[in-house]
């Protein structure tokens, strides 16, 4: 079954950092470009982020520039994005995604979401 799982989220004070990861099963990631989303409530989800099946490539939306990396290990089939200087505008629902090619409208895979929340 394939398998996109999140991790990572929680609660952590603004200006602080958290490390999200994308493990997946069933699928061989390092095959795939995987995308980081994320969805805020009452709005509509975005693209934060983007990495292509080499790791040769990257790609940051203007709101995760300069505070978030986005990495992946091949060889143990996850995808990560470390979040710095984290803003309460940060706080959503963050989705890792996974297609041919970084194109944030042509995702095939998702996984279901980890929380992450920004408040003292």
């Known amino acids: 079954q394939l398998q996109l799982v999140e991790s990572g989220g929680g609660l952590v004070q603004p200006g602080g950092s958290l490390r999200l990861s994308c493990a997946a099963s069933?699928?061989?990631?390092?095959?795939?470009?995987v995308a980081w989303f994320r969805q805020a409530p009452g709005k509509e989800r975005e693209a934060v982020s983007c990495i292509t099946s080499s790791g040769g490539h990257t790609n940051y939306e203007d709101s995760a520039k300069g505070r978030f990396t986005i990495s992946r290990d091949n060889a143990n089939n996850t995808v990560s994005l470390e979040m710095n200087s984290l803003k309460a505008e940060d706080a959503a629902v963050y989705y890792c995604?996974?297609?041919?090619?970084?194109?944030?409208?042509?995702?095939?895979?998702w996984g279901k979401g980890t929380l992450v929340t920004v408040s003292s």
């Open positions: 069933g699928l061989t990631l390092s095959y795939y470009a």
């Open positions: 995604a996974a297609a041919p090619y970084c194109l944030y409208d042509r995702m095939h895979y």
